[in-house]
Structure formats: structure tokens, C-alpha cells
């Protein structure tokens, strides 16, 4: 595959269809909703699939979009799409539908697939695996292939958390080939919202994203990650993998364009003498700050904090799959409440005796606390100074504690600022 740069543009560019020149760009839409089968039907698949194809039209994709497709149709469309790739072109891939894996391979589902056993699947679906090596044996430079396909698996049961079987649920994470993005529209692992509305909450925020002016690819994916994160407050939490060795832009800045073929370094030698940022000067957005636990009220912090203690108070073991679950794709509220449960479940079982190692309920809370706490969230943050504080399962390090409450009390947490002005420090 040839590299994908970016050089000086001869015009200032300005508008979605004068942006996006220079270098040919395809995609494919795909989008199944009407599945044979009982409680198989998506709603917003087809919508999905029509709202992205409208956004990709704007950035100057010629764009080939496609419905309820069966499997052979799927294998024909995707090898003929690729097949027909011209050199150096940018390809992207949109799916909407049901999405699985089985024995950690995924898989993508076409209408006609008919529900047997999980053994039958790679006869049946179409694989992952296939789409990115057709793509990847294509003449494009980069490949952009997004996913939003995790709505569910049709072998699970309709309760499975009473089950407590998650082995199959979502999509298994991927390594991208060279030149390649891979976008899911949640975590490996995890479930997507069909949503509520005319349209998936990821594609709804993905088709806004991805006209915004000079972000980079990945800019792009993070932001839409942080929308969807911050509308589900964690239950979805999208993902992506990037193999690319150069930025890309759906729509670059002013004064630079996208070109195959030619090394960065070397264009940008001969045309300034001098070389300058691949980002075309407009640093790349830093969403990560615009989570939503990162910018709540006292007021809502409460609310937060009352929500898991009830849900602590009310906990059975159904739940705690599900917690679990939730907190090993990333869910800060989930992996907080964990830490706690697992916090008061210790201190009931050390005071009537019952348990041999009060340590290791301990180990395994402060774990969750300190994943949920490395990511900025307050709540857990101020619980694992706690532990530090105390020396209670860890080494005792009053300065950790002081570091982690001030933390906490920089994102408004009321309880980390009063324990930051209670507790006597030494």
C-alpha cells in the first residue's frame, strides 16, 4: 500500500466539497436491519446507514450504499468494492447491524443467517477478518473501516445476566492492519444502544463529528467517543485502533491537502526548507477533558454518589455480573461501585468472622477504585485516599492520599474538599 502524506494546498480550502480534493476517496455503507427472526430486527440500522452515506457525500466519498444484505451478497459487494479500489485511494467501510464473536473471532451478521448453534457461525456470517484482508490486499492508502455492530448477540439469551454469561457478547477487539483504522461503536466485549431515536447515538454523533473542520482521524474518533460516553455516562464507551503512519483529515486544514505516494518529510524538505507540524499548525483537540465526570456540579456529584450507594444497598448477585461486566469495558461508575461493594462486603464478613483473608476482598476493591480513579474519577479517587490514608490493604503513603484528594476536590467533589480540610495530615 502507498503512504498517505500531507503537503502544501495551492488554495485555502473552505467548504466540505473544495476540502476534500486530491485524492480519489470511496466508501461502502452497509446497514441490516430486518433480520429473520424473533427479536432480531434493528430499528436504526438502515437509518444509520443512510444518515453516514449522507455525511461521506458532503466530504466528497463517492459512496455505494447497500441494505439488507444477505451473505452472499456481502461477500460479493465487499470483494468487489475492494477489488476496484484505484491506487492510492482512502476507502472506508460503514456497517450498522447485528455484530458478534464467537471463540473470539468476529463476525458480521447477514439478514439471511439463520440461527442454529455457535459452531455454525463462520459458515454463515460474514467474518471480520476477511473484510480488513480484503482491504488490506487493496491499492488504497488508507482504510477506514467503522463498526457500529455490537447491538447484540442472537445466541444469548434475552436475560442474560441472570446467565451471568458474557463470553460472547460484542465484538473481540483487532489489530489493525498497516494503513488502517478500525472504529467499533463500543468496546470490545460490550454492547451498543440501538437508540431511541431515528439513529444510534454513535452514528448520530459520528455523522456531526466527522464534518467538523482539522480534525485528525483519531481527533475525530476520540470526540465522538467522548459524546457517546458522556450521553450513556459510561454504559457505552466506544473504541478504536489505528495503524496509521501519517495524519489524516476528512477535512484538513487550511493550506494542506492529502497526496499518495510522496514521503512528508521530503515534500515538506523542497517546498519551506524547514519542517513543520503534520497537523498543518492547528494543534490536535484534546477532548479528554470534556468528560462528563470531569465537569459536574456539587449538586450533581450527590445525585451521582446517592445512585451508587442505593444500588450498593440493593445489590444481588445478578448485578454484580453485570457491574463486573460494565467495569472490565471501562465503566468508571461501575468499577467505583465495585470498589465500594467490595469495600463494605470485607468490613461485614472481617467484624462476624466469616472470612479467612480479610485482605483479598480488599485487594480486589482497591483495584477497581484505582482503575476508576486513574481515569479521573472523583468519587473513587477520594475512597482509594481512604485506603492510603488509612494504610488499609495498601502500604500507608498519607502524600498519595493528599494527591488523590485534591484530585477529587478539583473536580468539585464535595466530599473529597471536606475530608481535604478534616483529615489531620501529618
Not at 66 to 79: K, L
Not at 80 to 106: C, K, R, W
Not at 227 to 238: A, C, F, H, L, Y
Not at 297 to 322: F, K, N, P, Y
Request: contains cysteine; proline residues 5%; neutral net charge.
Amino acid at each position: 500500500m502507498w503512504p498517505l502524506v500531507l503537503i502544501g494546498a495551492a488554495q485555502a480550502q473552505d467548504s466540505p466539497s473544495s476540502s476534500t480534493t486530491g485524492v480519489p476517496k470511496f466508501a461502502l455503507v452497509i446497514g441490516n436491519s430486518n433480520y429473520a427472526g424473533y427479536r432480531r430486527n434493528l430499528k436504526n440500522a438502515i437509518n444509520d446507514s443512510k444518515l453516514i452515506a449522507q455525511a461521506l457525500r458532503k466530504l466528497g466519498f463517492k459512496v455505494q450504499q447497500n441494505t439488507d444484505m444477505d451473505r452472499s451478497r456481502m461477500i460479493t459487494v465487499v470483494t468487489e468494492f475492494a477489488d476496484n479500489l484505484p491506487e492510492g485511494a482512502t476507502a472506508m467501510v460503514f456497517y450498522a447491524g447485528h455484530g458478534m464473536q464467537i471463540g473470539g473471532a468476529s463476525y458480521l451478521v447477514p439478514v439471511d443467517m439463520k440461527i442454529t448453534s455457535e459452531q455454525s457461525v463462520p459458515l454463515r456470517a460474514y467474518p471480520l477478518k476477511t473484510l480488513l484482508e480484503r482491504l488490506s490486499a487493496s491499492r488504497s492508502s488508507v482504510n477506514i473501516v467503522v463498526l457500529d455492530a455490537c447491538r447484540d448477540n442472537p445466541f444469548q439469551p434475552e436475560t442474560p445476566i441472570k446467565y451471568r454469561s458474557f463470553n460472547n457478547l460484542g465484538l473481540a477487539p483487532v489489530q489493525a492492519p498497516v494503513g488502517t483504522v478500525v472504529a467499533y461503536s463500543t468496546s470490545p466485549g460490550q454492547l451498543a444502544a440501538d437508540g431511541q431515536d431515528a439513529n444510534s447515538l454513535y452514528t448520530a454523533a459520528l455523522a456531526q463529528v466527522i464534518l467538523e473542520p482539522h480534525l485528525s482521524i483519531e481527533a475525530v474518533f476520540k470526540k465522538v467517543g467522548v459524546q457517546v460516553r458522556n450521553k450513556t455516562q459510561d454504559d457505552q464507551i466506544p473504541w478504536f485502533e489505528s495503524s496509521l503512519s501519517e495524519e489524516y483529515f476528512f477535512l484538513p486544514p487550511d493550506g494542506v491537502t492529502v497526496v499518495a505516494g510522496r514521503s512528508l518529510s521530503a515534500v515538506e524538505g523542497r517546498r519551506s526548507g524547514k519542517s513543520r507540524r503534520r497537523d498543518g499548525g492547528d494543534p490536535l483537540i484534546d477532548v479528554s477533558s470534556e468528560l462528563w465526570y470531569l465537569n459536574l456540579s456539587e449538586s450533581q456529584w450527590g445525585h451521582v454518589a446517592e445512585d451508587m450507594q442505593r444500588a450498593i444497598s440493593s445489590m444481588a448477585t445478578d448485578d454484580l455480573a453485570l457491574l463486573e461486566h460494565k467495569a472490565t469495558g471501562g465503566n468508571v461508575i461501575a468499577q467505583t461501585t465495585l470498589g465500594l461493594y467490595g469495600l463494605a462486603k470485607s468490613s461485614a464478613l472481617a467484624v462476624d468472622g466469616s472470612m479467612s483473608d480479610p485482605l483479598d476482598p480488599v485487594i480486589k476493591a482497591r483495584s477497581w477504585l484505582r482503575k476508576a480513579a486513574n481515569a479521573g474519577f472523583a468519587v473513587a479517587q477520594t475512597e482509594l485516599a481512604h485506603l492510603y490514608f488509612n494504610g488499609d490493604g495498601v502500604p500507608r503513603d498519607v502524600k498519595e492520599a493528599r494527591r488523590l484528594l485534591e484530585l477529587a476536590a478539583a473536580a468539585h467533589y464535595p466530599k473529597a474538599k471536606r475530608d481535604l480540610e478534616a483529615l489531620d495530615w501529618e
